[in-house]
């Protein structure tokens, strides 16, 4: 088990007055804490509000095999950590808080948190993306009590069970193989017939042997009284339906961009991902995005890191231009 | 060997620097000791040695059974985090992985004596009249773990009727099949209701009070 002590600051304002930083960074990810490393470094005062998951979904991950530099992976909550430290190594300022409320109608841009309200002549906006949920029945009722998003969180608590996965992406494939440690059995459904993660996940989940496939299928609602006993599933090539026993579920079917706090103010598109031009650039001059929050293909750490580079970057030319 | 290497260990001392109060971590372990109580028990001294304002006091749960019940544990490994006052402050189980920020969280806060919650919220714990009792179950490799802990904490320190405690599933199957805990964090808030996740302070506040009421009909 990993016990290795870790620590996210969750320091707290005693002033609750306004303070002023001249960036301020919203999102704690990859995008959010590297912007704040290149910002740190352009000796650009700046301030970051790290949100509900300290470190972003790395955090959430047991592991990262593709993030270079670490020829052997390396622990999502320890990427992370680095992130972080060398964050605050270039003098970033970080909150364990989460914006509220956001108004960029004017300079300085105003924003509210938990604790405290805050202005900044620019806003990196890097608020990333949230596990999409299914809405099928029953999965709000067990959701964190054997309906779950986060394997390295709750896997413990499944320990010779049988659980099921949904998904097909490499999450979804990396979580199952993750889930092995603790489960007897793992059953991952997919509403196609063939996986859409990484080969190489594909490749150790095919060879685990405790790692059995339902193709074509998809979950239509959870079933349980008091506990998950199983999952009703639709075979959407022959609209067979089917109950399958498990005692959890394991729900990897995609992000969704956590971009609600930013409708009517900054451009979204149709999948609420917040519109930015190749340099990072929203709608609104003088706030910038990075990271999964504007990202619908590609969702890698490394291009949420050189999002964030890219905004940090942009966002000093900008407050030098218009300090 | 040591749990903090030393990076971790000059990150400490760095928050705990200008502690404005004295702390003591109360650890009850036993002679014989108890899966983690070790690691526990050094994790205490190694970072009340990082704090000339910071003591840590180590007892046996069964030789120093009259102390166990002044501080009310039931369980071990248990910490209590005391200041001027026992604030309820509790963590049973080793305050590890994610949850070492929540130690380090409440010695910050209990050395100051104060929380920052909302003004709606400590008016409305430092007038409560009936005892409450809230357990947060975690587990180390959990991120969004410390958040309701450390919410919870601030609670136990606003008010003298409420008491907090962290609980590593892990180390307490027992408990984590007596309150069905199948996903962390869960917040048990006076054995009848429970809040999945880390809810924020409105909404935590929300259903401690629906607890209360539900036990006075």
């Not at chain 1, 704040?36 to 000796?43: K, L, P």
């Not at chain 1, 979580?175 to 092995?180: C, P, W």
């Not at chain 2, 009936?130 to 179950?137: K, S, T």
């Not at chain 2, 919870?152 to 309150?179: G, I």
């Amino acid at each position: 088990m990993d016990f290795e002590p870790k620590i996210a600051p969750l320091k707290r304002e005693e002033d609750k007055e306004t303070e002023t930083y001249e960036l301020l960074i919203i999102g704690g990810g990859p995008a959010g804490l590297t912007a704040a490393i290149y910002a740190g470094r352009a000796r650009v005062p700046t301030c970051v509000l790290l949100g509900t998951l300290p470190g972003g979904q790395p955090s959430s991950t047991a592991g990262v095999d593709n993030f270079p530099g670490f020829p052997d992976g390396i622990g999502g909550a320890e990427l992370a950590e680095r992130f972080q430290s060398q964050a605050e190594r270039f003098g970033a300022r970080i909150l364990s808080e989460a914006a509220t409320e956001v108004d960029f109608s004017e300079r300085p841009f105003t924003i509210k948190s938990s604790r405290g309200r805050y202005q900044a002549e620019a806003v990196i906006v890097a608020t990333g993306a949230a596990p999409r949920r299914l809405g099928i029945p029953g999965e709000d009722k067990f959701y964190g009590r054997g309906v779950s998003s986060c394997a390295t969180c709750d896997g413990f608590f499944y320990r010779d069970k049988h659980v099921v996965v949904i998904g097909g992406g490499d999450s979804a494939v990396d979580e199952a193989i993750f889930l092995t440690k603790f489960a007897e059995k793992v059953t991952l459904i997919h509403r196609r017939d063939e996986l859409r993660a990484t080969k190489i996940y594909q490749e150790k989940a095919f060879a685990n042997p405790k790692i059995e496939f339902v193709w074509s299928s998809v979950v239509e609602e959870i079933l349980g009284d008091q506990t998950v006993t199983g999952v009703r599933l639709r075979n959407v090539k022959t609209e067979e339906s089917t109950m399958l026993a498990a005692d959890g579920v394991f729900i990897y079917i995609g992000m969704e961009p956590k971009s609600d706090l930013f409708a009517g103010q900054l451009e979204l598109d149709r999948q609420n991902y917040i519109v930015s031009d190749r340099h990072q650039h929203t709608n609104v001059p003088g706030v910038f995005v990075a990271g999964d929050v504007q990202d619908p293909y590609y969702r890698q750490v490394v291009i949420a890191a050189g999002t964030g580079a890219i905004a940090a970057m942009e966002a000093e030319r900008y407050l030098g231009k218009y300090p | 060997m040591p749990l903090l290497n030393d990076e971790v260990r000059e990150q400490v001392k760095e928050q705990l620097a200008d502690l404005p109060g004295s702390v003591r971590m109360v650890m009850f372990t036993q002679e014989f000791e108890c899966q983690y109580c070790a690691e526990t028990r050094q994790l205490v001294e190694e970072v009340a040695s990082l704090s000339d304002q910071l003591d840590a006091e180590i007892y046996d749960f069964v030789a120093d059974e009259e102390t166990a019940q002044e501080y009310g544990i039931d369980k071990i490994p248990a910490v209590a985090v005391i200041g001027d006052e026992d604030y309820g402050i509790r963590f049973y189980g080793i305050p590890s992985g994610y949850e070492f920020t929540s130690l380090l969280e409440a010695i910050q806060i209990v050395a100051k004596g104060e929380t920052e919650l909302a003004e709606e919220t400590q008016t409305y714990l430092s007038n409560l009249d009936q005892p409450v009792h809230m357990q947060v179950f975690v587990t180390p490799t959990c991120p969004y773990c410390p958040q309701a802990v450390v919410l919870a904490h601030h609670m136990a320190l606003s008010s003298p009727m409420v008491r907090a405690d962290m609980v590593e599933a892990q180390e307490f199957p027992h408990l984590s099949t007596k309150y069905q805990v199948m996903g962390v964090p869960r917040t048990v808030i006076n054995e009848s209701t429970h809040i999945e996740g880390a809810a924020a302070e409105p909404m935590v506040l929300e259903r401690l009070q629906e607890a209360l009421a539900s036990e006075e009909a």
